[in-house]
RNA sequence: GGCCCGUUCGUCUAAGGGCUAGGACACCACCCUUUCACGGUGGUGAUACGGGUUCGAAUCCCGUACGGGCUACCA
């Protein structure tokens, strides 16, 4: 249900960020997070910022960024700004932005206003702390008001101890200090007002013992230098906002912080839409194929599948939003001119791969071919099909477009066409077949080919004039006439076909086909 | 377990207190088509449940149930 609320006036520029880690395919749900923020930019003349969030050493994947931007140019979002094209908000990778002491002068200011703390816990230490408070009602122990004073960190600790510490050089975290009592509530565009008690929020890493942020901090301290004005992320994010609310709050203001809209998950067949859906009901999940280096083992792309950019972006927006009329095919252009955050849906959508096939099939029917034309080349290319001929080639396309939902069924639709098929459909010929037929088609070739006026209306009217002649009802001889030239029972009007094989082609696959019924 | 978010046809959704709860995908039937599709017409099919507020509730409030998310030195 659309929410009534008013946008804050707007005094600074809109920028909007993407933020995505470089750890894997990018799937469907952070391209419609993409999306959303490329349409809101867009249609308030704002900026749209790529950040890569790659502070995750130990779960970074050589290649990821890349294969990101790819994805985003593939479906036209490209951003503004990105460690690919510059932009005066530098630099845009985390990593280069820890070396640059950033997050950490931050971090420091916390500690300093009694915000945050040094946390010298060992990963083992905290294994035992959650072994040892784990109980029925409790399953998983936080680091928290109740824990943080039995734990070793600058809290519990003596100034000495912790000055000693420090001075080895020792192993140290730093970790927010929640308040034990305060109701943290912001205003989300999607779901109005939210609200959170602090005593049920843990205290989060904010730095990490090798020096780099963790998102928490990361997305504060970047969303202010970068001067991001709406922040857009997926609904996951919701129960770590107070973390994020309280840091403005401390470091630069309330005031001063964007406004946060936490979009709806895509859910699969059961829960948040995965990888694994993917392969386990056969529909992509990734914007493009993906190529793990580690595992070699290949994710499937909606672009590899045959969905066109403008219908995936297309189905990807309608997956959680509209416009409130009944119109469904949306252009990028009209999405931007449409799009509202307003709109967006509280709910998580489940994904319907039919109903996508059903946009990739409409925009396929609306592009003109030469939008995809090259693409087409590829998928024949790829049975050893070579287009010689463009403008034959624009006339067949034409001639099958409405019959394919995905680019790779002009294979199937169009192929027959460059050529000659493989094995014909004898089944559907041979029980009927008579040898008065066999007769009429030695005579057709000759027809065919001495047919002055070859176009599909003149030798339709021939073939049926033979037909008569012959006491042959046409309707009988047209399935055999196609199974000859195409293969099977598919395909456009057969004398359309006939006409753009030409004679010569026309009268040789019926003179094969002769030989075998 | 705790916290947060959510709940209208199978799926995506419209309806911001007031027509018979509308559309799209999928499904079914018919028409068009001497192939397969496209297209056209029609059909099956939903307000989770219980209370309240109100002349009137899908819509506002409360509770219950169910679903999802989070609960890492991952994002």
């Not at 099909?385 to 394919?404: A, G, H, M, P, Y």
């Not at 046409?474 to 029972?489: A, D, S, T």
Request: charged fraction near 25%; hydrophobic fraction near 40%.
């Amino acid at each position: 249900m659309p929410q009534q609320l008013s946008l804050q006036p707007m005094s600074k520029k809109v920028r909007v960020r993407f933020a995505p880690s470089p750890t894997g395919g990018l799937h469907l749900g952070g391209v419609r997070t993409v999306l959303y923020n490329y349409l809101f930019a867009k249609k308030h003349g704002g900026d749209f910022v790529l950040r890569i969030e790659d502070t995750d050493q130990t779960r970074y994947v050589a290649g990821a960024e890349e294969y990101i931007f790819n994805c985003l140019q593939w479906a036209g979002l490209v951003p503004d700004e990105s460690p690919m094209h510059g932009g005066n908000f530098g630099p845009y990778r985390q990593s280069e932005r820890k070396a640059a002491g950033i997050y950490q002068q931050y971090a420091d200011k916390l500690i300093e206003q009694g915000y945050a703390y040094y946390a010298f816990d060992t990963p083992e230490e905290l294994e035992k702390m959650r072994m040892d408070y784990k109980t029925e009602e409790n399953p998983s122990p936080q680091y928290d008001h109740k824990l943080r004073m039995k734990m070793r960190n600058s809290l519990s600790l003596s100034s000495e101890e912790t000055n000693q510490l420090l001075a080895a050089g020792a192993r140290k975290v730093v970790r927010i200090k929640m308040p034990q009592n305060e109701t943290v509530s912001f205003t989300d565009m999607i779901r109005g007002e939210v609200s959170f008690d602090t005593a049920l929020v843990d205290d989060k890493v904010l730095l990490k013992a090798d020096g780099m942020p963790t998102y928490h901090l990361a997305v504060v301290v970047d969303d202010y230098l970068m001067q991001i004005s709406h922040a857009f992320r997926g609904e996951e994010w919701l129960p770590s906002a107070p973390v994020h609310v309280l840091l403005w709050k401390y470091l630069f203001g309330l005031e001063a912080m964007p406004q946060w809209a936490h979009l709806p998950l895509i859910l699969g067949p059961n829960g948040k839409l995965s990888k694994r859906d993917g392969a386990k009901y056969g529909f992509p999940v990734f914007a493009m194929n993906w190529t793990d280096p580690k595992t070699n083992e290949l994710t499937e792309g909606f672009k590899e599948k045959g969905f066109l950019p403008e219908a995936f972006i297309n189905l990807l927006a309608l997956l959680g939003w509209n416009d409130g009329t009944e119109k469904e095919i949306f252009s990028k252009e009209e999405l931007v001119d449409a799009f509202s955050m307003e709109r967006v849906h509280a709910a998580g959508a489940k994904f319907d791969y039919e109903k996508a096939k059903w946009f990739n099939h409409e925009w396929i029917k609306k592009l003109p071919i030469h939008n995809y034309q090259l693409a087409i080349m590829n998928e024949l290319e790829a049975t050893s099909i070579s287009i010689t001929d463009n403008l034959q080639f624009e006339k067949i396309l034409n001639l099958v477009k409405d019959r394919c939902t995905l680019l790779p069924d002009f294979v199937q639709q169009a192929g027959f066409f460059f050529k000659a098929p493989q094995q014909l459909d004898v089944a559907a010929v041979k029980p009927k077949w008579t040898d008065e037929k066999k007769t009429f088609f030695e005579t057709f070739i000759e027809t065919v080919l001495q047919q002055a006026d070859f176009t599909p209306l003149a030798l339709e009217n021939a073939f049926k004039e033979l037909a008569a002649a012959n006491n042959i009802k046409p309707g009988e001889l047209q399935l055999p006439l196609r199974i000859m030239l195409v293969g099977g029972k598919f395909g456009p009007p057969v004398f359309d076909i006939a006409v753009l094989l030409g004679k010569e082609e026309t009268a040789a696959r019926i003179k094969y086909a002769l030989t075998i019924f």
